[in-house]
């Protein structure tokens, strides 16, 4: 996939500096008017992994979906199981998550709905000709039917705190329960330092809060993790006193477009729910 770009390493990858761009719209080169097909995977992949480099990769970092589309692809071929599958097996069912996961827009009605749970519109997309709810936001996951490397998780507040419970507690090496780590402790902690990207605040897979003017807010650890969302969602972790915060709010419905207030108001939410509990940095 990747054989002809020695420079393109995971580890580059993983901190988004990997030489991609941002987004390409490769949905547009499929037929997706009538929704999703199962050979549209492929084809994205496949797209993805020829798309040109813009820039050298290791010298910066660019937030890229390519990057992340090649990964999942990558992660399917070595474990031989798609992404949904191997999430369910290795992250949710030890959780004894049932309301954590991907909706697959293949095989009809996603589990969430099925299963009675509410679930907040995104935008009223002019490319599906509708309002959506349920199903993947990102046209590119949404062509993929679904089940993606960069987008298509689902879940609620407590369930997504439960799992960002658990990583704190494998961070520190422990189960849940009295199991075994969740993750491998050390694999772990390579994933949540820093990528040592020239000018990045990027981890291998995860983020960190910049130095000013960040997301996060301006109380949390530098040193903590996290992750933004194109739809307006959040979550931060720091490990050492396993303090996590999950924002889940909808900045693009119904339709997508940069409000100064929402950019306000993420922040002012993590800022005043670790002063509710007394967090102090280390």
Known sequence: MLADRPAVTLRRVLAHAGGF???RKFYERLPTQG????SFRAAIVTEAGREPLVYQPGRQSLYSDLGFILLGALVERAMSARLDILAERCLFRPLGQSRLGFVDLLAGPGWMRSAGLDIAPT???PVRGRMVEGEVHDLNAYAMGGIAGHAGL???IRHLLQLAF???AAYHGRGVGGGAPLVNP???????Q???IPGST????WDGPSAQGSLAGSLLSRRAVGHLSFTGCSLWIDPEPETCVVVLTNRIHPEARDDPRFRALRPRINDEALRAIGYQAG
Do not use: D, I
């Open 123 to 125: 935008e009223r997309c």
């Open 202 to 205: 990027w981890r291998l897979g």
């Open 166 to 168: 658990a990583l704190c």
């Open 186 to 192: 050390e694999v772990l902690r390579q994933f949540w």
């Open 35 to 38: 929704g999703p097909e199962p």
């Open 154 to 156: 689902f879940g609620s």
């Open 21 to 23: 761009p941002a987004h």
């Open 194 to 196: 820093p990528a040592g």
